[in-house]
């Protein structure tokens, strides 16, 4: 009986070290899992991070052009003769522009709004907070706005019986 007791302490001993080892073993699966989705996480952050200093410079560079390709436009209304080639060259600035995600913020007539505008003035109108004139546009790079739109805003009269 004493063999019999042996065998048994010998078949339980090993059955713990096998548990032991299984449960080290899925510790160890229970990491490499957790490290796999944090470096996966990682390479997404790190994507969007780029993502947003690429729309970061376009952004800055297209300031750049700004300036310019509004004085071509102004070239062009205060010219008689020989429009044509001034006007492709704006048509052709236009499309470009498009193409990188620049929109002109639509202002006159619509509702002021500080996001997107910047109030220089206020003169007597019919309503309140309403866009009476554009002295510069605004532009907005996909969404986000590059420059706002310098605008006079009315603000209903008030009269003295009110």
């Known amino acids: 009986m004493t063999d019999e007791k042996k065998n048994e302490k010998e078949e ?19 990491k490499y ?16 991070e780029k993502k947003i200093e690429i729309e970061k410079c376009r952004a800055d560079i297209i300031k750049e052009f700004l300036e310019p390709y509004e004085n071509l436009q102004r070239a062009l209304d205060s010219i008689k003769d020989g429009r044509e080639g001034i006007e492709l060259v704006l048509k ?13 913020i639509d202002a006159k007539g619509k509702k002021f709004d500080p996001m997107l505008h910047e109030a220089i003035g206020i003169v007597n109108g019919d309503e309140d907070d309403i866009v009476v004139e554009v ?28």
């Open 135 to 162: 002295y510069q546009k605004g532009y907005t790079l996909n969404g986000m706005v590059l420059r706002h739109a310098k605008v006079l805003v009315s603000k209903k009269e008030v009269k003295e019986n009110e």
């Open 92 to 104: 052709q600035m236009n499309k470009a522009l498009k193409n990188l995600g620049l929109e002109e």
């Open 12 to 30: 339980k001993s090993e059955s713990r070290k096998i548990e032991e080892v299984i449960k080290e073993r899925n510790e160890y699966k229970d």
């Open 33 to 48: 899992l957790r490290k796999l989705a944090e470096m996966d996480n990682y390479r997404k952050m790190l994507e969007r």
